[in-house]
């Protein structure tokens, strides 16, 4: 995840890739993020709010984050 804050893009990029981008999406103007944690504490799901009322929820599988 990639953050420019306001007065300098205000969005948040989500780039999906190992050794190289396999998927991309942009959030603008980012409002509020959430995270989901499973009992070890691992961050398994992120839900964020932007401010044109879209929202943008992404889970992840157990094995995602190394």
């Known amino acids: 995840m ?5 007065g300098k893009g205000d969005n948040l990029a989500i780039e999906i890739g190992k050794d190289e981008m ?3 999406h942009s959030i603008d103007s980012p409002t ?3 995270t989901g944690e499973n009992s070890n504490g691992e961050i398994i799901a992120i ?3 932007e401010a ?3 929202k943008t929820s ?3 599988p157990a ?4």
Not at 2 to 6: A, C, S, T
Not at 63 to 66: C, D, G, H, L, T
């Open 47 to 49: 839900w964020i709010a």
């Open 2 to 6: 990639i953050y420019d804050r306001p």
């Open 58 to 60: 992404i889970e992840m």
């Open 52 to 54: 044109s009322g879209r």
């Open 63 to 66: 094995n995602a984050i190394a």
């Open 32 to 34: 509020e993020v959430l």
């Open 22 to 24: 396999t998927y991309g």
